[in-house]
């Protein structure tokens, strides 16, 4: 008589009552024969398994073998007509990688019987079935096992496939190129991988007893421990595979479970690092890991390769537990669904990273996504192009499958609207959460309508000899899409630099970017988007034009302009750039002259360097608005919204004079006083102005391709800045850095201004120059240097310069325009109270007379170069307090401003999503530099006091 069980059914998941098999055991083994199978005998139970159970399997052949063998995998999931299915994730046990070491073929013969025969009596495989999608391979390498040696423990026969290669040899490694061709096998093994969306894994080999994890090598090759960025989440993997097996976490120095076959290694816990137990380069459990969205882990599972077949059913018994813990560890971590806001529909490949966790995963093809974690709290980033990235707080809780569920709605570029003023704050915050040893936000000022003013600090491992770059949108409030690539630009760098893009950590390792997105917010309340043509909201709120007529102000009143002031004077940067609106075109200085005059350009001493620059992010420019700047078209031939505007003659190359632009657009550019740029080269920093397109307000449908256009530019801009002459000016009596000296370059009415740390920084082009410094109590200093074209980029030069007091002394200076990698050049000027002349390794000091007691005609000069800094007092050194007004005192701990007798005291100020600690914030400093009592963007005045400069700074670790 047939029983037929009562199948109880509830929410698909069939659970029967479970009737014993005829040997009394576990009824879903009534089926499973334990012998060893040959490769007829698994494909016909492959066959067999899915004739019987059609709704819950297929066969899948990944590739063949060297010998022409099929590699078939077997799918098993409920409803598997339906195809991928939200919420089951993917998952793979792999067997007989190499063909000798059989015990992962069978157990997994077995497993596909188990599972199947199981469905609806035992409930932990139902629910395995209905949640999972299980793709079991039990043999990788059927050739090999074709010409393996029965009942062989340590035999090498049928190790390698066919044609002789080890295949946990033979995948692209990250160290080191595969010693053999890609074999077939291996090429299978890698296109399903990559095609797929596994999330977890297990390679069975045989030969010993342990679940191993990775990395599977190192960089030298040697047996080291090769940790990962998810050791913790892989340790907890091995070991759930390993605890559960009913022997292989018992070993120990008394019990190593492989002696009597010869191998004397043990495993405390049962598992081991891949490279810790030896080096294996090529190895699959690494390329799953940096190839795809898979952990995979490699489980040895007998000390015998080949047993004898009468061992079988206790090598499946030692290790089904195992089998069915490890794969519900696929359902731990956060997972969840990746929509897209306005279709609703799924979004695939969105790049998913974990702050601090240096390495990423992606949505699948349906817009599922599996991120397998510990219990603990964790920010996860959901970045793809064309959508706005967003940030989410998630707690994995505790348990015995902790996992919890986490959707995201992702807004698409085309239906996002600007990042209005009301959005600018939190959104910067959210950037400093997402990267928070790399992003801080602080006010440097006000506008006239009481808007905070906001500057975004980016940097990676610096140093101190590390040049400061600036970047400025929105000087015109109504000139909207500059603020919105600087914006994009600060989230890419983020986020970049947090999954690892090695362009981006190159870049920002070496340079800190300064961001002020909106410099005239009140401007842009006034202006209407999609307004191409009108300059309503050009001005700030008290009608000026904070290019022009502010910065041609002495001293500098508008508060927007004069925020700014306070930042360049805070960092000594080298390079700027402003992204402007309503032309293509990059310009340079002069942007100021006469225009009654016959001069059709007013060029700078610098004008070599300048064409450079402004060709080099013409010439870079993407063209995905339709139109290259490069091309030098004018707006009327290249936007059809300005075909009956006057026709002008366009900008060959795309670049053009300041001062040949003005005369281009008197109409709507008076002959200009100042300009911001103008100011800003004068005072020693290079500074571009970016025209980003024709349309002064474009409607935010445009502004994805705007990006795009000038994300390319704008990397390389921020690299070019390493293509500096640098150096440090010290006081060689005490060895301390001189704060404040000026060095300038003859014949160049501008100069750099040393740091707080005696450090300066100055763009050259390739020449022979004169520089001065001049330093208060010291006399000045004259110096020759020539800068050369070409250096090695592995071997960067130090500038080396030897003088005493009254000579003039020659150097050489390698500088490129070609690469940014390595080639800041660097100078060491001590002063000194004598007049001879020692050398110290690797640069020779110059020294130069000390004289703390006169003012020297190089004081009064800065003095006078101050005089309108110094009128602000706190304003330059303490400024933002929220960006209001500051009490001033004078100062029981000073810092020197402009001169010894005129020091300041200033209350609290605060900074917004900065690095690590809060108000009242103490100096701190990036990796290899330091900072005193010198204001920065990780500097908060104590309420009570300003620190001084002797003030201890502190270092943050390495991120």
Known sequence: LLLLPLLLCSVGVCIADTTEAPNGGDPAEANIEFIHHNQQQMVDIINQYHDKYPKMTEIKSIGKSVQNRDLIALRITSDIAAGPQRGKPMFKYVGNMHGNEVVGREILIYLIQYMLDGYGTNERVTRLINTTDIYILPSLNPDGHDSSSPSGCGEMNGRENANGVDLNRNFPDQFSDPTSPIQP??????????????VLSINFHGGSLVASYPYDDTPTGSS??????????????????????????????????????????????????????????????DFNYLHSNCFEITVELSCCKYPPETQMKEEWNINKAALLAYMEKVHTGVSGFVADSVSGAGVADVVITVAGRDHSTQSTSIGDYYRLLLPGAYQLTFAKDGYVSQTVSVTVPTGDTPSVQANVSLVPVNAAKYIDNDMLLPFLQNLSSVCPTLF?????????????????????????????????????????????????????????????NTTVRALLDSTHVHIVPALNPDGYDRAIEGDCFSLEGSLNNNNVDLDTTSFAAKPISEPEAAALEGLMQEHKFVTSAWLSGGLLVTSYPFHHGNLNSSATENLTPDNG??????????????????????SGLACNVSDARFKDLPTIAGFPGGISNGFA??????????????????????????????????????????????????????????????????????????????????????????????SSAGRFWRKLAPGNY????????????????????????????????????????????????????????????????????TTTEPQVIIKVNATTTTTTSSRRSLLRRRRALRARGCRLSCRRAGGRSWPLQRATSPRVLAAPERTFNCAARRTLGRRGS??????????????????????????????????????????
């Open 609 to 630: 360097v300048f064409v450079d620059g402004a060709t080099r992010y013409a010439s870079r420019h993407g063209g995905f608005s339709g139109v290259r700047m490069s």
């Open 185 to 198: 096998e291996t090429q299978a093994a890698m296109d399903w991988i990559t095609a797929n969306d596994f």
């Open 440 to 500: 801080s936000v602080e006010t440097i000022g006000q506008s006239v309508a009481s808007q905070d003013i906001y500057s975004a600090h980016i940097y990676g491992n610096v140093t101190a000899t590390s040049p400061h770059v600036l970047l400025i949108a929105g000087v015109h409030g109504n000139e909207a899409a500059g603020r919105e690539v600087l914006l994009r630009l600060a989230q890419f760098l983020c986020e970049s630099y947090v999954s690892g």
């Open 770 to 837: 004169t520089l001065t410094v001049s330093a208060t109590g010291f006399p000045n200093q004259t110096f020759a240097v020539t800068v050369g074209a070409s250096p090695s980029p592995s071997s960067p030069q130090v500038l080396s310069l030897s003088a005493t007091v009254g000579t003039t002394t020659t150097t050489t200076v390698a500088t490129t325009s070609t690469t940014a990698a390595s080639t800041t050049t660097s100078t060491t000027i001590v002063a000194s109270g004598t007049n001879d002349t």
């Open 224 to 285: 080291t421990y090769s940790k990962t960025p998810d050791d913790d989440v892989f340790k907890m993997l091995a070991e759930t595979y390993s605890n559960a097996h009913t022997t292989m976490h018992l070993q120990s120095a008394s019990n190593r479970p492989c002696q009597a076959y010869g191998y004397y290694d043990y495993f405390v816990n049962g598992i081991t690092n891949g490279a810790d137990w030896y080096n294996v380069p090529g190895g699959m459990q």
């Open 918 to 959: 809060t108000s009242p914030l103490r100096p701190t400093a990036p990796p290899g530099g330091s900072r005193s009592g010198a204001v920065s963007h990780r500097f908060s005045c104590a309420r009570a006091a300003a620190s001084s400069p002797s003030s201890p700074a502190t270092t943050r670790p390495s991120s």
């Open 661 to 754: 632009l003005s005369r281009l657009r008197d109409s709507v550019h008076a002959s200009l006083d100042m300009s911001m740029d103008d100011h800003h080269y004068h005072n020693g920093v290079l500074s571009w102005r970016v025209y980003t397109g024709c349309c002064l307000f474009p409607p935010a449908s445009e502004l994805t391709a705007i990006w795009l256009d000038n994300k390319e530019p704008l990397l390389d801009f921020i690299g070019q800045a390493q293509l500096v002459l640098s150096g440090t000016v010290v006081d060689k009596a005490t060895g301390s850095p001189v704060a404040g000296a000026l060095v300038q370059v003859a014949d160049r009415d501008s100069f750099s201004t040393t």
